[in-house]
């Protein structure tokens, strides 16, 4: 049983990680890029709202993903443990984050940061080719991440829960680190 968050800059490879460790430790990987993606592929309300965000790598306001994320923690199946990639991404986000776990009784574990260089982020982003991987898109992703996203390293910081992981090392390596906080 584990419940990890994992931090990370867009590209750092936190997709990727959470999905090889939530499958060897049998807990969901819940991401809410995923979820979003999904939501505006079956055209829901939710995936209405959140698509003009998207599509110009801004941030879907907070109280959507907010009411997403408490209603996906409080599936059965998140009772077993969860890794979470891509919530929280702003302080906003951390701190009804901190307050549902203690109200649904879920600590987490850590928060796992995937330290990766810009220039790194960037030729990977773009060789990935999402459709929000366009080169304007993902500068604005990264920005967005610098501003909103990573305070939550020092807020994890302050609470003596982060742990930071090179992410700039082959996959497998990556994932040896990881196993050891699972
Ligand atoms: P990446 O890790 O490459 O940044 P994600 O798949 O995590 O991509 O997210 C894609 C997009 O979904 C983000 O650019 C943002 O618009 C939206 N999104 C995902 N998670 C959140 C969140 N927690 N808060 C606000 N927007 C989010």
Redo the contacts with the bound molecule.
Sequence with gaps: MARLIFLGA??AG??TQAKVLAEFSHIPHI????I?REAVAQKTPLGEKAQG??DR????PDQL?IELMRERLSRPDAKLGWILD?????VT?ATFLDELLTEINQPYDQAVNLEVPDDVLVARLLGRGRK?DTEDVIRK?LQVYREQTAPLIDFYKRRHKLVSINGNVPPDEVTAELKKFV
């Design positions: 867009p590209g936190k997709g991401s809410t890029g995923d979003l965000f998207m790598g801004e941030l879907v993903v891509g919530f929280p991404r702003t986000q929000d992703r």
